[in-house]
Nanobody
Framework: EVQLQASGGGLVQAGGSLRLSCAAS????????IGWFRQAPGKEREGVSC???????YYSEPVKGRFTTSRDSAKNTVYLQMNSLKPEDTAVYYC?????????????WGKGTLVTVSS
């Protein structure tokens, strides 16, 4: 059974940090690009970051310089370190797995984890 389990969300003050984890199972982890996406209340889902098996990363402009994604193939886990958090980062964060791409189509999706940043 394919599973993507996102965790690590919570309530944090502006300027604080959180680390999200995405634990994967049931598929060949290194064949997939792992992306983080988020959806704020009343807004469309947007891309946050991507990382492939070679460690190549992509970040959207709103988070560039503040967020860092990494992956541990031994643990089939991808992380999203979020620093200097802003209230506008408040959203449900999802991780997805997609072969070769990070388009947002996602072959597999996990349940989200809520991040709330207070001002």
């Amino acid at each position: 059974e394919v599973q993507l389990q996102a965790s690590g969300g919570g309530l944090v003050q502006a300027g604080g940090s959180l680390r999200l984890s995405c634990a994967a199972s049931g598929f060949t982890f290194d064949d997939y690009v792992i992306g983080w996406f988020r959806q704020a209340p009343g807004k469309e889902r947007e891309g946050v970051s991507c990382i492939n098996s070679a460690g190549t990363t992509y970040y959207s402009e709103p988070v560039k310089g503040r967020f860092t994604t990494s992956r541990d193939s031994a643990k089939n886990t991808v992380y999203l370190q979020m620093n200097s958090l802003k209230p506008e980062d408040t959203a449900v964060y999802y991780c997805s797995a997609e072969r070769f791409l990070c388009s947002g189509a996602g072959d597999y999706w996990g349940k989200g984890t809520l991040v709330t940043v207070s001002s």
